[in-house]
């Protein structure tokens, strides 16, 4: 099993980042879990327009990044809240991504990120408006890194043990789920039932 982990902050080194290493590094370590990392702070995408079909030469180069989505079984996106959005790099991610297949079917689990209690407009944001293309099957659970200058450190003592916690239990159940749906959904994309060609996009 591989899982991808996508890191929507557009800051180089944030604190969206410190998430998904540990989430990578309690599937690889604790699951047995195969994963890779996407980073748009250190390796932003373009920005969509309408040349991606064309293939032109700002969109050359994504073969690689194309056949890593499609080996994935399911995905983790890791998003901080800012001025209560889903910042524009991880809204682009979705729009290139858009009436393919490399996304279509798959798991995926939301993990929103605050500095303090916010967090939840980034959950409703992606439920909302990043799933009718993409065809991406969000788990009906997702996490929140609340306080997280507080948690997920790699020195303990720059930690609120009640806050991380919380938040590595919950974090680690959902990631077991995580797994357990993209057993199930491969399952699901094996019938033969997916019509990517003839119903590219959703209604």
């Known amino acids: ?11 180089k080194y944030s604190q969206s980042a410190k998430v998904a290493e540990f989430c990578s590094d309690f599937l690889r370590d604790k699951l047995n879990v ?3 990392t996407l980073d748009l702070g ?8 309408e040349e991606l079909a064309g293939g032109e030469s700002h969109w050359a180069g994504f073969g690689q990044l194309a056949q890593q989505l499609s080996a994935s079984d399911a995905f983790v996106f890791v ?3 800012w001025h209560g959005m889903v910042p524009a790099a991880l809204k ?28 939840a407009y980034v959950i409703n944001e992606l439920r909302t408006s990043s799933y009718k293309n993409s065809r991406l099957c969000w788990l009906p659970e997702h996490i929140i890194a609340r306080q997280v ?11 609120d043990s009640d806050a991380n916690i919380r938040f ?11 797994t357990a749906y993209a057993r199930a959904l491969e399952n699901v994309r094996d019938e033969g039932f997916v019509e990517q060609t003839k119903f590219p996009n959703g209604m």
Request: glycine share 8%.
């Open 168 to 178: 590595v239990e919950r974090c680690q159940h959902s990631l077991r789920l995580l």
């Open 149 to 159: 200058h507080k948690i997920c450190n790699a020195d303990p003592s720059e930690n």
């Open 42 to 49: 250190q390796d932003p995408l373009p920005f969509w327009d």
């Open 79 to 81: 998003s901080p809240e």
């Open 34 to 36: 195969s994963t890779w």
């Open 92 to 119: 682009n991610f979705f729009l290139i991504w858009s009436g393919t297949d490399e996304l279509a079917h798959k798991p995926a689990l939301a993990c929103a990120v605050s500095a303090g209690e916010g967090g």
């Open 1 to 11: 099993m591989e899982i991808g982990l996508v890191v929507g902050s557009h800051r």
